[in-house]
């Protein structure tokens, strides 16, 4: 069976650093684009990154670009969210899933997420 493994996830201050990982088993990062999404408290589930197999690309959100950056270690069949500069409003949890598409609906496997707290 198809499983993402999120961790990573903390407590931490505002204008620190997390990084997240996504350890996939039965899937691989050849064929279906990964991507990191995020849900705030009473908010959608929204995309923060996603790699394109299409063109090779990471897209971020803009509320993320420049402080995250994703990457991918396909022989460890694991994902990384590396989180800088983080702002409380970067709290929730973040989940891996697979395609990322930006429709959440269209996913077709989750992570079980990580709980991701930003205090200021």
């Known amino acids: 069976d198809v499983q993402l493994q999120a961790s990573g996830g903390g407590l931490v201050q505002a204008g620190g650093s997390l990084r997240l990982s996504c350890r996939a088993s039965?899937?691989?990062?050849?064929?279906?684009?990964i991507g990191w999404f995020r849900q705030a408290p009473g908010k959608e589930r929204e995309r923060v990154s996603c790699f394109s197999l299409n063109d090779g690309r990471t897209y971020y959100a803009d509320s993320v670009k420049g402080r995250f950056t994703m990457s991918r270690d396909n022989a460890k069949n694991t994902a990384y969210l590396q989180m800088n500069n983080l702002k409380p409003e970067d709290t929730g949890t973040y989940y891996c899933g697979a395609p990322c598409d930006k429709t959440v609906g269209r996913v077709g496997y989750w992570g079980q997420g990580t709980l991701v707290t930003v205090s200021s």
């Open positions: 039965e899937l691989s990062f050849d064929d279906w684009a």
